[in-house]
């Protein structure tokens, strides 16, 4: 049997913004660009993309055997318009156009894209007796985003599975085990870049010289930019028990990402540019497993019946080779400023490591006493200590002072109502060598799990999914706590530090000052969650009764999306994005919607 297919594909896009910022908005007057400030952009695009398939699937006279092939070629080509304008300094709130008199703001610019991609896939199922399969599969993809001696890559992959329990032996003397299958799998798969125009010289207006314009070139050509490929290992099993009362499956699996695209790649400024737009950095490798097991009316009494599932998951990322130069610049060194973490990558180590100070609380006097006066002075105060805690004393029996960064130019001596940081080498000094590893921003395991009761016409189902032993730096909090600027600040701030012999846990206000809010473990805090994602309750109505009305089926559906989350994070939400070099911050995400549906089902 020979099957032909053909499809055209058109993706048209259009979008318009238009924004407007009052100056009552605006903290810093009408000298700012922001002040009664308009901007108005577009964005056009068309894509058409053709697909052609070709499928063979040949007839055996021994019907053990069973054989398909498919053919595809397909290419995608596309343009894209955009332009933008914007003014500042309008005379009234009232005016909200970009064609009314203004200042010309720096957001006026036009650009165009093309792009054109195309692959070829071919790809071959066999398999005998229903127990033994062998996949193969090649694809070659071209890709205008590379050079011409880089444009195509060829990806291959293979894959088999046998069905262990078909086996005679196998239902002879294990007739209770309904499945139980191995599926190696090995395959190579390949990333390009977001961006066109890459092995272009691209030209930019510049700055005006002796009254005239100038343009510059803007950009290093990469024509020698590869794929980014992925070879990935694959070792699973599914097994089953009891005609599939309960089944489930294992996934093993390790990859390895050579030629790691890299986005803006620091390179000496001598070069004439602080960046590449991309480059091919290093090899990475991923590794991880998964397990789900799930349970088909594992309980059964009379109408009454239950349904479960559960999933477990975990995952890691590591570099294994990169040029020191590029692992440096993924480093962020320490900058002694405020809500600043460091990041650590290293080769052979798996992403996400937060590094910073361990926060202990807020001094509570300025004046070091060992007992206690009120309002006056007593023993917390910010004097140097040993690791027994005792005070150090120096040769005239004077207490020492506890300095940020003392003989630099951020020098600070710490006073009451400052924040308290481990002095970890009771040097009096806190400064880089005080900073330690916080936790990961990696979950040591993820998943779900959910349920499902039934009762005659009668159901409910619910699914749950969970993360446990992930950190997040809840940088919404630290700003709504810092007390550094005239940005609205959380209630918290009223239990703050404010006279001398107040005890809490929040340091005292200081407007561009100070440092209370440095990157430490007070703003990490665990991601661990247990989501109740969805919920149905449903209900069909008897087909007997149905049948009275000229109706064949009536069914009720009542569900809810995201009813509750556990979770100890203070965040709006503790479902944040993980995976990248770096470790996890939450800049007050956004929270997952609640919603609410219920449905009817007629049929006539």
Not at 22 to 34: E, H
Not at 436 to 445: A, E, M
Not at 460 to 483: C, D, P, S, V
Request: glycine share 10%; net charge positive; charged share 20%.
């Amino acid at each position: 049997k020979l099957t032909y297919e053909g499809k055209i594909v058109f993706n048209i896009f259009n979008d318009y913004n238009d924004t407007f910022y009052p100056t009552s908005l605006n903290t810093s007057g009408w000298s700012s660009t922001n002040a009664n400030a308009v901007t108005s952009s577009s964005y056009k695009s068309l894509g058409v993309t053709t697909t052609h398939t070709l499928t063979f699937i040949p007839k055996f006279k021994n019907e053990d055997h069973s054989l398909s092939m498919m053919l595809r070629g397909q290419m995608t080509s596309g343009n894209s318009t955009t332009q933008a304008t914007g003014e500042y300094g309008l005379p009234s709130g009232t005016i909200q156009s970009t064609g009314a008199n203004g200042i010309i703001s720096s957001n006026f610019s036009t650009s165009a894209g093309q792009w054109r991609s195309m692959y070829f896939t071919f790809s071959t199922h066999y398999a005998y007796k229903g127990r033994y399969m062998l996949d193969f599969t090649v694809r070659r993809d071209g890709s205008t985003k590379f050079g011409p001696s880089e444009r195509w890559g060829n990806f291959p992959a293979l894959s088999g599975r046998w069905n262990i329990s078909d086996e005679p032996f196998m239902k002879k003397h294990l007739p209770w085990l309904s499945m139980l299958s191995i599926r190696p799998g090995w395959g190579i798969s390949g990333t390009q870049p977001g961006a066109e125009y890459l092995y272009f010289s691209k030209y930019a207006n510049g700055s005006s010289y002796t009254g005239e314009g100038s343009v510059y070139q803007s950009n290093i050509q990469l024509k020698k930019l590869k794929w980014e490929e992925k070879e990935s290992f694959n070792l699973g099993f599914d097994f089953g028990f009891f005609d599939d009362l309960i089944n489930g499956n294992v996934d093993i699996y390790t990859g390895t990402v050579r030629d790691l695209l890299m986005t803006n790649r620091a390179i000496p400024t001598s070069s004439g540019f602080s960046a590449l737009s991309y480059q091919n950095v290093g090899k990475m490798k991923n590794t991880g497993w998964e397990f789900n097991i799930n349970g088909n009316r594992i309980i059964k009494a009379g109408k009454f019946s239950a349904d479960f599932n559960v999933s477990f998951a975990n995952n890691r990322n590591e570099l294994t080779e990169m040029d020191p130069t590029c692992l440096a610049s993924l480093n962020n060194e320490f900058n002694r400023s405020n809500g600043s973490y460091l990041t650590r990558v290293q080769l052979n180590r798996s992403f996400g490591s937060i590094y910073g100070f361990k926060y202990k609380g807020v001094y509570q006097y300025s004046e070091y006493t060992a007992n206690e006066v009120k309002g006056v002075s007593g023993p917390n105060a910010p004097v140097v200590r040993d690791a027994s805690g005792a005070v150090i004393l120096d040769e005239k029996g004077n207490t020492k002072p506890m300095y940020f960064c003392y003989g630099t130019s951020s020098a600070y001596e710490f006073k009451g109502g400052d924040a308290i940081y481990e002095d970890i080498n009771h040097d009096g000094n806190i400064n880089e060598l005080d900073i330690v590893y916080l936790g990961s921003s990696l979950p040591k395991i993820t998943g779900g799990w959910g349920f499902k009761l039934q009762w005659g016409r009668l159901s409910l189902n619910n699914q749950f999914n969970f993360r446990i032993g992930n950190k997040i730096i809840n940088q919404a909090r630290m700003t709504a706590e810092n007390m550094y600027s005239n940005n609205n600040q959380s209630r918290a701030v009223n239990w703050r530090w404010r006279v001398e012999g107040d005890e809490t846990q929040i340091p005292r206000a200081l407007y561009k000052s100070g440092y209370n809010w440095l990157g430490s473990d007070r703003f990490v805090e665990d991601g661990s969650f247990l989501r109740l994602n969805y919920t149905q309750l449903s209900y069909s109505v008897d087909s007997k009764i149905l049948s009275k009305y000229g109706l064949s089926q009536l069914k009720i559906d009542m569900s809810a999306n995201n009813l509750f989350c556990l979770t100890k994070y203070s965040g709006a939400d503790p479902e944040v994005g993980y995976g990248s070099y770096g470790i996890v911050y939450d800049g007050a995400k956004t929270p997952r919607s609640r919603s609410f549906t219920v449905g009817v089902t007629i049929q006539f």
